[in-house]
């Protein structure tokens, strides 16, 4: 599976880096080629030895040790490596790759490489836990480093929880996924394919001032349209408002502005008929004013009454009218997932809905990270934990890529 991936394993200094001698040796019977950066701390634990002769390769643990004149050691792994793997991945590196401190081998690596990033945590379930800890794991996989979330249970400091690093086989198959990953995308199996997507929250009018609108940053949508690009895709962005533009202005890619669900509607409506995969990540607001001011509303009494009516539900007709268009919903929930997913997913006639719980730490509105579950007709069918989200992206349109293709049911 990994014959011919060029792995660069970084070794910090906790308990598990025992782990690490068992993670190199697996990574190299699949046919991986490893390269091993040990931290100063991490040699208190394993030896230089041990992982030499398990990468059959030297191990680098100095900056200054420079064991080939005809290069700068540290630049070198960085351009070599296909992928950066640290496991285990302490709170002092995790802490240093978010401010960007360079002071050993492997963190002046790690600032030096284009290569993707996947930590894998090990620590004290408090240490875990703390608010600076969290902090900087949300702003690197904001960056986009992979995370494979640790496992819970007995810790070698007595305590109890979670903070285990992932079982170093179970670490192999996130590279190999990683890899067979990359590789589908490669193969752009959307190529031809239109697909639209909707993204950001719309606005419905009081007056010229004032608006009802949500919390969606437009970032999810953003994400799949990225993803829908690098697999082949011809792609329309419908957006509402969102916090930022788009950061995707390339060849393939067209931008169509709405403003209020109507606006989406009739959007949506007009690239319907030549739609192939319709992405439906807005939120649109379920309800307008009755009436808009054409002036400013000015200020009197105590309270004010708003009458509301409904707004069009897109996807549900969307879903009504569908014939050759494969369709994926979205539902942000703050309760009974599945359930309302489910349902959703049946009265609005979706291919696919991505439910997630916005009260989830790391997930739902103005993240950079979501943590998502994907179902069918016939229940669950992919689940991701805590992650980019342009990798929740990719990850939704390879599904959608393979059941297009009949690679998966």
Sequence with gaps: MLTGKKVLLGVTGGIAAFKAASLCSKLVQQGAEVRVIMTESATRFVTELTLQALSKHPVYTDTFDEKNPQVIAHIDLADWADLVLIA??????IAK????????????????????IMLAPAMNVHMYTHPTVTRNLAELAARGVLMIEPGSGQLACGYTGKGRMEEPENIVAAVEAYFARRERAAQRPLTSRKVVV???GTIERLDPVRYITNDS????????????????????????RTDAAPPIYREGLSLVRVESAQDMYEAV???????????KAAAV??????QAAERKIKKSGDSMTLELVKNIDILEALGRNKTKQFLIGFAAETDHLEEHAMDKLRRKNCDLLVANDVTAEGAGFGTDTNIVHVYDANGLVLSIPRAPKEEIGLAILELVAARLTGESK
């Design 217 to 240: 940053s437009g970032k999810m949508g953003f994400a799949i349209a990225k993803a829908a690009l690098d697999l082949g895709a011809e792609v329309t962005l419908v957006m509402g």
């Design 88 to 93: 285990p991945a302490t709170a002092n590196i």
């Design 97 to 116: 790759m978010a401010v960007g401190l360079g002071d050993d081998m492997l963190s002046t690596t790690l600032l030096a490489t284009e290569a993707k």
């Design 269 to 279: 409506q007009g690239l319907w008929a030549d739609t192939d995969i319709l992405v």
């Design 198 to 200: 909707t993204a950001g």
């Design 285 to 290: 607001a379920d309800y307008r004013p009755k």
